[in-house]
C-alpha cells in the first residue's frame, strides 16, 4: 500500500531525496564501512565488514554482512541482491511482466510461483487476526485516492468509495493449490504491506545458506538484524520520528529479530495526514490514531504486515493483538506524539 514514487514502493526509480536520507531513518544501515565506524556501529578491531547499497523495490537496499572470508561475503551479498532483484520482477505490480499485474490484469492464475502462494497465504493469515483489517485486495481503494491527489487533495465522496469497496473482499479471493482467482469485477490486488518483507526474509536465507550469521539486511525500513555486527554486540536500530523537522524518535538494541515500521508520514494523501496509503479496507478510510507503528517480530514478512495492520487497529487493538503473539512486540506513536509500547518492546 506504498506509492511507488515514495520510500517503501515497488518500482524501480531514481529515489529521491527522502531516499537520500534513508540512512538517517536506520542507524544500522550499511552503506559505507567508513560511516558506519563513524556511528558506532562496527568496532574498529578486525577486518571492515562488506557492505553493499542498490536501488530495488523503487527504495534503497542496504546490506552489511561480516565474515572472515571478505571475498566469500562479498559474492554472497550480490547473490543476496539478484535473488531480490528477481523477486521483484516476480512480484511487484509496477511492473507489467509480474505475476501480480498479470493476475490484476486477467484476474486468475492457474500456476502461481510458490512465492506468492506463499505471501497470499501468510496475508490471509494475518487478515484473520485482524478481522479484515488488512487486505491485499485494497488496491481499488488506494486507486481511487491516488488519482485523486494532486496540489491539493479532492477527498474521494462517500459513494465514490463505496463503489470502490464493491471490488474489495479477502473473501473474493480464491487461492486453491497453485491457482489463483479474483471473483468479484474490478478486483485487483497489492503486495506493498506484506511483499518487501518477504523480499528481504529471501535475501536474508541466501546470507545464511552461504554461512553467514552476522547480516543486517534493510529495505526502506524493513530489515532483519541477524546475530551481531561484530564485537561490540547487537545492531543498534532507530525508529524515524513520525513528523518533519526531527529525526530520531528512539532506538533500541537488535539480534536475531525483524523490524517493520508504518507510517502516515511514508505517503499522506493530505497535508494534515489524516488521509495517507494505509486505508481500512472495511471504511475505504484511514484509522484516526497513529502516526506510525513498528512492528519486531520472527520474519521480516510478518513485521511488514502486522506494521500496517496496527495502523489500521489503533494502539489500544493493536497493543492487544501483539500481546498475545509469540516473538511479535510493537511501538505504537499516536498522532499527538503519544507512545504506547507492549509489554516486551526493547527500550535502549
Keep these: 500500500?506504498?506509492?511507488?514514487?515514495?520510500?517503501?514502493?515497488w518500482r524501480l526509480a531514481r529515489p529521491d531525496r527522502r531516499d537520500r536520507r534513508a540512512m538517517l531513518r536506520i542507524l544500522a544501515v550499511g552503506g559505507a564501512a567508513g560511516?558506519?565506524?563513524?556511528?558506532?556501529?562496527?568496532?574498529?578491531?578486525?577486518?571492515?565488514?562488506?557492505?553493499?547499497?542498490?536501488?530495488?523495490?523503487?527504495?534503497w537496499i542496504h546490506l552489511t554482512v561480516l565474515g572472515e572470508d571478505r571475498d566469500e561475503a562479498a559474492a554472497a551479498?550480490?547473490?543476496?541482491?539478484?535473488?531480490?532483484?528477481?523477486?521483484?520482477?516476480?512480484?511487484?505490480?509496477?511492473?507489467?511482466?509480474?505475476?501480480?499485474?498479470?493476475?490484476?490484469r486477467?484476474?486468475?492464475?492457474?500456476?502461481?510461483?510458490?512465492?506468492l502462494v506463499a505471501l497470499l497465504t501468510l496475508a490471509s493469515r494475518i487478515s484473520d487476526l485482524g478481522?479484515?483489517?488488512?487486505d491485499v485486495t485494497i488496491q481499488p481503494v488506494v486507486d481511487l485516492y491516488r488519482d485523486r491527489r494532486?496540489?491539493?487533495?479532492?477527498?474521494?465522496?462517500?459513494?465514490?468509495?463505496?463503489?470502490?469497496?464493491?471490488?474489495?473482499?479477502?473473501?473474493?479471493?480464491?487461492?486453491?493449490?497453485r491457482s489463483i482467482a479474483l471473483l468479484r469485477d474490478g478486483m485487483s490486488i497489492t503486495l506493498d504491506g506484506i511483499g518487501k518483507g518477504y523480499i528481504v526474509d529471501r535475501g536474508v536465507e541466501i546470507l545464511r545458506s552461504r554461512g553467514f550469521g552476522d547480516v543486517f539486511v534493510e529495505a526502506?525500513?524493513?530489515?532483519?538484524?541477524?546475530?551481531?555486527?561484530?564485537?561490540?554486540?547487537?545492531?543498534?536500530?532507530?525508529?524515524?520520528?513520525?513528523?518533519?523537522?526531527?529525526?530520531?524518535?528512539?532506538?533500541?538494541?537488535a539480534r536475531d529479530v525483524a523490524v517493520a515500521t508504518s507510517g502516515d508520514y511514508m505517503q499522506p494523501f493530505t497535508d494534515d495526514y489524516r488521509q495517507h496509503h494505509i486505508l481500512d479496507p472495511r471504511s475505504g478510510r484511514s484509522s484516526p490514531e497513529l502516526a506510525s507503528s513498528t512492528v519486531l517480530a520472527p520474519d521480516a514478512a510478518t513485521a511488514d504486515a502486522l506494521a500496517t495492520l496496527t495502523m489500521v487497529l489503533g494502539p489500544a487493538r493493536g497493543q492487544e493483538l501483539l500481546e498475545g503473539l509469540s516473538g511479535v512486540e510493537?511501538?505504537?506513536?499516536?498522532?499527538?506524539?503519544?507512545?504506547?509500547?507492549?509489554?516486551?518492546f526493547p527500550v535502549a
Design 150 to 177: 494532486g496540489d491539493q487533495l479532492e477527498a474521494p465522496r462517500p459513494g465514490e468509495i463505496e463503489r470502490a469497496l464493491d471490488s474489495v473482499g479477502r473473501r473474493a479471493l480464491s487461492l486453491q493449490g
Design 220 to 253: 526502506g525500513g524493513d530489515l532483519v538484524a541477524s546475530g551481531d555486527k561484530g564485537t561490540d554486540g547487537a545492531w543498534r536500530v532507530g525508529i524515524r520520528h513520525p513528523r518533519p523537522g526531527l529525526t530520531l524518535h528512539s532506538s533500541f538494541h
Design 77 to 104: 551479498a550480490e547473490a543476496t541482491l539478484e535473488r531480490m532483484a528477481t523477486l521483484e520482477r516476480q512480484l511487484s505490480r509496477y511492473r507489467a511482466d509480474s505475476e501480480v499485474s498479470q493476475l490484476n
Design 35 to 59: 560511516v558506519a565506524w563513524k556511528l558506532g556501529l562496527f568496532s574498529r578491531d578486525g577486518a571492515g565488514p562488506v557492505t553493499r547499497t542498490r536501488v530495488l523495490l523503487g527504495t
Design 330 to 344: 510493537g511501538c505504537f506513536i499516536a498522532k499527538d506524539l503519544q507512545v504506547t509500547r507492549t509489554t516486551g
Design 1 to 9: 500500500m506504498r506509492d511507488p514514487n515514495e520510500s517503501g514502493g
Design 131 to 134: 478481522d479484515g483489517a488488512f
Design 106 to 115: 486477467t484476474g486468475r492464475l492457474d500456476q502461481a510461483s510458490p512465492e
